[in-house]
């Protein structure tokens, strides 16, 4: 007879954990708590590998359920998220961050043009022709979400987005 966590897994109307489910359920369930916040945070397994100083190979069995306690606690200190709150009946799945993906191309333009200076100049500087610059901020303002705006505020807004997600800081990744 196997004894059932007494975190993880869906609750019955007393509050506690529902007994018709067994083990490998919850460690499923725990696996699957795993994947919903490394993709809430749009990170692939390789990257949540790294902050938590663990191979790939281990994030994808912790994923599948298959790992140790110690494991777990790696995982949770790479996402940033308290095992507790992660095994409670109290963890809502994450909302997906929005954050949005500029090449290092589009990256190079827009921190260039936070500079305010004119397309001629950014251009000249980015070595790229007036159009060019033109049509890269035209695609980062949508993908920034600030194309709507007047056209005197869109690039103050679009540095303020990219600064705000932390697109000058750290590499893109989008995998």
């Known amino acids: 007879m196997t004894v059932a966590p007494q975190l993880v897994g869906p609750s ?16 499923a369930d725990i696996g699957d708590r795993i994947r919903a916040e490394r993709q809430a945070r749009g990170w692939a397994e390789a990257t949540l590998a790294e902050r938590a100083g663990l191979d790939r190979a281990t994030v994808r069995r912790i994923q599948q359920g298959i790992g140790s306690l110690r494991v777990l ?5 790479g ?22 993906h500029l090449s290092p191309t589009q ?9 305010g200076a004119p397309l001629a100049d950014l251009a000249s500087a980015l070595s790229m022709t007036r159009s060019a ?32 997600y932390g697109l000058f800081s750290s590499p893109n990744r989008t995998s």
Do not use: F, K, N
Request: net charge negative; aromatic share 4%; charged share 25%.
């Open 12 to 27: 019955s109307s007393s509050g506690g954990p529902d007994p018709s489910l067994d083990v490998d359920e919850y460690l």
């Open 73 to 77: 606690l790696q995982v949770c200190s």
């Open 79 to 100: 996402l940033g998220v308290d095992a507790d709150y992660l095994l409670s009946p109290a963890w809502v799945m994450p909302r997906s961050d929005p954050r949005p």
């Open 107 to 115: 990256v190079d333009v827009l921190r260039e043009a936070a500079s």
């Open 133 to 164: 610059v033109s049509s890269h901020l035209t695609r980062i303002y949508q993908q920034l979400g600030v194309a709507d705006l007047p056209r005197d505020q869109r690039r103050a807004a679009a540095v303020r987005t990219a600064m705000q």
